[in-house]
């Protein structure tokens, strides 16, 4: 009966690309060969699978309980169905680049091909997906409230403003979220501030740039170089400069002149030298990555489950959408795809993401806050991400490195018209929380 298991098994998973997995010729014989042609007639024909109660009363066998050890043929042919797919893929978009000895393509397509195919066969608990009865989950849900109430609302991981873990309830598993601004009105700093908050606490962070590597090269030409000195082979550590000021609490401003005073100057040090071990002062693990090793989110996907981060930050993450052709429509396709992909990952990862997008250009700077409809080449963002949070700069805000939160979207019911957490990055490091207004819907 192995043939009737193997086509029971595919007809109960509901997945047709358990039939591209079996081999007529090899795996069946006699009256289940006709079974197997007549699945595919109906399926090329309706483009979904019978019910084995219908293949059972077509031929007059058994198919209308899962046979005994099913879900073990249902495993061999999802794996068989995925490695199926994987040949296909790498065929298809990878092979070309290599006969064209284009190895840096070669490997990016390798990258997509890889996460596609995750995407397509996730390694996760569907029971999630479903509930049997409202009956059956009645002591789960009391256990889900006396942990929200022994938190105190605070059940993800926390802002670095009071005021914001508070109303968000924290930064939750397989949640997506986005910091949202027009240009040069500190986004970066806001997801680096995030970033060494929760390195500072023990967490393993993982963050990611498409804009800033972690480091420049060194000087190349003599006239760099004579005038550099003995400093000519030191790299510039350029995002990690900002890392260095927000975990140090000294001034951006003066650090990246190297003009720090004596208190700033012993605080760096002392800074650096927790850096040497930072878990023995019970600090986390954090990784920086950025472009040209992750280009995508297949490359992150790939990093992400090499580290296993408690958390992915993704800076100017827009950069890495694949808009395809040039036409507008089609970029903006692109960017919903790209933003339900992140979601995706983050879910399936069970770990927070917060990337940072970045309004249109044509917002004006007057603006004290941007409506939905401005974000940049999308509108699905605040269907696909659960909590938007905007930087604004208002009228009055002179300096170019002061900024405020002001949310763009209302959360469990709570409306957070305006929440004052005001930036001065320039001079100073002071993320202060000021005066700001809540209303209960």
């Known amino acids: 009966m192995s043939e009737a298991n193997y086509i029971a098994a595919v007809l109960h998973s509901g997945d047709s690309k358990g039939l591209r997995a079996?081999?007529?010729?090899?795996?069946?014989?006699?009256?289940w060969l006709k079974v197997y042609q007549w699945i595919i007639?109906?399926?090329?024909?309706?483009?979904r699978l019978p019910r084995a109660e219908t293949v059972g009363a077509q031929f007059m066998v058994n198919l209308a309980e899962p046979p005994e050890s099913a879900d073990v043929y249902a495993a061999m042919i999802q794996r068989q169905a995925k490695r199926t797919h994987l040949e296909e893929q790498l065929t298809a978009e990878v092979v070309p680049h290599l006969e064209a000895q284009d190895p840096d393509k070669a490997l990016d397509a390798t990258a997509q091909a890889v996460s596609r195919v995750k995407q397509l066969f996730p390694e996760k608990d569907d029971s999630r997906s479903y509930l049997k009865s409202l009956a059956s989950s009645v002591d789960e849900r009391w256990r889900d409230y006396e942990f929200r109430a022994q938190a105190q609302g605070d059940i993800g991981l926390p802002f670095?403003?009071?005021?914001?873990?508070?109303?968000?309830?924290?930064?939750?598993?397989?949640?997506?979220?986005?910091?949202?601004?027009?240009?040069?009105?500190?986004?970066?700093?806001?997801l680096i501030t995030i970033g060494t908050f929760l390195w500072q606490l023990g967490y393993k962070v993982l963050f990611v740039?498409?804009?800033?590597?972690?480091?420049?090269?060194?000087a190349k030409t003599e006239r760099a170089r004579a005038r550099l000195g003995a400093y000519a082979d030191v790299p510039r550590q350029r995002l990690t400069q900002r890392f260095d000021a927000i975990a140090a609490r000294i001034s951006a401003w003066r650090f990246l002149n190297g003009q720090l005073n004596p208190e700033?100057?012993?605080?760096?040090?002392r800074y650096l030298e927790i850096c040497r071990d930072p878990q023995a002062a019970g600090w986390g693990t954090l990784r920086i990555v950025s472009s040209p090793l992750v280009r995508n989110i297949g490359h992150l996907d790939q990093f992400a489950s090499e580290f296993e981060p408690d958390i992915i930050l993704w800076d100017s993450a827009y950069l890495a959408i694949e808009r395809?052709?040039?036409?507008?429509?089609?970029?903006?396709?692109?960017?919903?795809y790209f933003l339900e992909d992140c979601k995706l990952l983050f879910e399936r990862l069970g770990?927070?993401?917060v990337l940072t997008w970045h309004f249109n250009r044509n917002v004006d700077e007057d603006d004290t806050h941007a409506g939905q409809g401005d974000i940049s080449l999308t509108d699905?963002?605040?269907?696909?991400?659960?909590?938007?949070?905007?930087?604004?700069?208002?009228?009055?805000?002179?300096?170019?490195?002061?900024?405020i939160w002001r949310s763009l979207k209302i959360r469990d019911g709570v409306n957070i018209p305006e929440l004052r957490t005001r930036f001065e990055i320039k001079r100073h490091i002071a993320f202060d929380e000021i005066s700001f207004g809540i209303t209960e819907s």
């Open 22 to 31: 079996i081999d007529p010729e090899r795996d069946l014989t006699g009256a």
């Open 264 to 269: 700033e100057l012993d605080r760096y040090k």
């Open 160 to 190: 670095p403003w009071p005021t914001m873990t508070r109303l968000t309830m924290g930064m939750q598993p397989g949640e997506a979220l986005a910091i949202v601004a027009r240009p040069n009105v500190g986004k970066s700093w806001a």
């Open 324 to 336: 395809g052709k040039h036409s507008n429509n089609k970029r903006t396709d692109a960017a919903g």
């Open 380 to 403: 699905d963002m605040p269907r696909l991400f659960d909590v938007i949070m905007g930087l604004f700069r208002t009228p009055e805000m002179v300096d170019a490195g002061e900024a």
């Open 209 to 218: 740039s498409q804009e800033t590597p972690p480091r420049s090269g060194i």
């Open 351 to 353: 770990v927070p993401g």
């Open 41 to 47: 007639a109906f399926k090329q024909e309706h483009n």
